[in-house]
């Protein structure tokens, strides 16, 4: 299993913002750029528009399970940042991982293993 790194800077955030590419999906939001190293760096964004600090911090758990569960699935070296859309708030575990999945594959970052 892979370890990915969280990307906690400002400035890291900023840059892929500006410089990556990006995918929308119905409920998420997918930022991506190519970090050169064998290492995947991951963020999110769920901003105040979403909710109080509960419901945003329950999205927030649903993006990382999501990741954590398909993890070995995306292909490595590259920065992520998924940002929540306020159409996530209320809604499942199985659509937030079909979004993000939708969003990985239609970006050709997700290859399965387990063919």
């Known amino acids: 299993m892979r370890h990915t790194c969280a990307m906690r800077a400002n400035r890291h955030f900023k840059?892929?913002?500006?410089?990556?590419?990006?995918?929308a999906g119905g409920y998420l939001v997918l930022y991506?750029?190519?970090n050169n190293t064998d290492q995947d760096v991951l963020g999110m964004t769920v901003s105040k528009k979403i909710?109080?600090?509960v419901i945003r911090n329950r999205v927030r758990r649903l993006i990382k399970e999501s990741y954590r569960l398909n993890e070995a699935n995306i292909?490595?070296?590259y920065d992520l940042i998924f940002v929540?859309?306020?159409?996530?708030?209320g809604v499942s575990f199985e659509i937030?991982?079909?979004d993000m999945l939708y969003l990985l594959k239609k970006a050709g970052l997700f290859v399965d293993i387990s063919k």
Do not use: C, E, L, N
């Not at 840059?15 to 995918?23: F, L």
């Not at 929540?84 to 708030?89: N, Q």
């Open 32 to 34: 991506y750029q190519k």
């Open 15 to 23: 840059r892929i913002y500006s410089k990556g590419d990006s995918i």
């Open 51 to 53: 909710g109080k600090a």
């Open 75 to 77: 292909k490595s070296g």
């Open 96 to 98: 937030i991982q079909r």
């Open 84 to 89: 929540a859309r306020t159409k996530a708030v």
